[in-house]
């Protein structure tokens, strides 16, 4: 079973920081880019963030450069998002999803083909 699970949210205050992961399970994420999209309470799910098959290419969106990183680690089979300085308007669920394309990534993220459940992130004091 072709599988993505993300794990790291939590409340945190602002200011804070959280690591977010995608571990991806039947399949090997080596060949996939990688997106991390949010959607935020009452609003659309919005890209944060992309990167490539080999890591060497990375996106972000205006709201998150600067503060969130994207990485992975195709030998453990899992990406990661560090997000850092966090605000209240960072509160979301934040899914990771796995598509052939980077290009793709950035334009629509909708079209990529396997996502995870989605992790709760709450930034509040």
């Known amino acids: 079973q072709l599988q993505l699970v993300e794990s790291g949210g939590g409340l945190v205050q602002p200011g804070g920081s959280l690591r977010l992961s995608c571990t991806a399970s039947?399949?090997?994420?080596?060949?996939?880019?990688i997106g991390w999209i949010r959607q935020a309470p009452g609003k659309e799910r919005e890209r944060i963030s992309c990167?490539?098959?080999?890591?060497?290419?990375?996106n972000y969106a205006d709201s998150v450069k600067g503060r969130f990183t994207i990485s992975r680690d195709n030998s453990k089979n899992t990406a990661y998002l560090n997000m850092n300085s966090l605000t209240p308007e960072d509160t979301g669920v934040y899914y990771c999803?796995?598509?052939?394309?980077?290009?793709?990534?950035?334009?629509?993220?909708?079209?990529?083909?396997?996502w995870g459940q989605g992790t709760q992130v709450s930034v509040s004091s």
């Open positions: 999803a796995a598509g052939y394309s980077f290009r793709l990534c950035v334009i629509n993220p909708t079209t990529l083909d396997y």
């Open positions: 039947g399949f090997t994420l080596d060949n996939y880019a």
């Open positions: 990167i490539n098959n080999s890591g060497h290419s990375t």
